[in-house]
């Protein structure tokens, strides 16, 4: 069955922290996606990447970074953390091509900016 | 500019009865559609997707119409059951495009 891993469930940092999300998947996917979850706000992308070291800004990058320094993983940095980055985090893939299914996500990451 | 819109934050249904769930859509470029099913501390799932060339497509309990002109589509489910609880996304894509656009989701409660 294929999967999207994201490397944590919850997590808790303290403001100006350095945070990374970690997201691997072993479909052998292109493209790799991360988005964040707020009530009332739906899915709003981050960050996408097409290939190995390949990104794109989505909507929202501002305070973030990416790194795919390998095909089957795509990391979330946060710079320097904020509470207005509380929020669910969800890293997503999908195969080169159109249609179908579109993305197979993670189980996401809550993180707690204190 | 939220180009897909889930109006409804929630909804609440008896078990049994029908469950429908709506989208709107602003960008007459896209030509797919998709709804996603998302559980409490899980990503979203994808549930049934639908192409522009068709209105209506259908999977056992889950059946999406769409409707080009006004530029809506919605989600029946029939009939609901307390599984079906749940927050429901709506997302939109273009073909040859790699990202799909999301509404806000609606959170449905099946009540016993």
């Known amino acids: 069955d294929v999967k999207v891993t994201q490397s944590s469930r919850y997590l808790v940092k303290r403001t100006g922290e350095k945070v990374f999300l970690e997201c691997v998947q072993d479909m052998d996917h292109e493209n790799m996606f991360w988005y964040r979850q707020d009530p009332g706000l739906g899915l709003r992308l981050i960050y996408f990447s097409y290939d190995v070291k390949m990104k794109e800004k989505g909507d929202i990058p501002e305070g973030y970074s990416v790194s795919r320094e390998k095909k089957e993983r795509f990391s979330l940095i946060l710079e320097s953390a904020s509470t207005n980055q509380t929020s669910m985090y969800l890293c997503a893939s999908r195969i080169f091509g159109t249609g179908g299914r579109g993305y197979t996500f993670g189980s996401g990451t809550r993180l707690t900016v204190v | 500019d939220q180009q897909v819109k889930q109006n409804s934050p929630s909804l609440s249904v008896q078990e049994g009865r029908i469950s429908i769930l709506n989208c709107d859509y602003t960008n007459s470029m896209f030509d797919y559609f998709l709804w996603y099913k998302k559980y409490p501390a899980e990503g979203p799932t994808f549930l049934i997707s639908i192409s522009s060339i068709k209105d209506k497509n259908e999977d056992g309990r889950f059946t999406v119409f769409l409707n080009k002109s006004a530029k809506h589509l919605s989600l029946h489910i029939v009939p609901s059951q307390p599984g079906d609880s749940a927050v429901y996304f709506c997302?939109?894509?273009?073909?040859?495009?790699?990202?799909?656009?999301f509404g806000q989701g609606t959170r449905l409660t099946i009540n016993p």
């Open positions: 997302a939109a894509g273009v073909q040859g495009a790699q990202k799909l656009v």
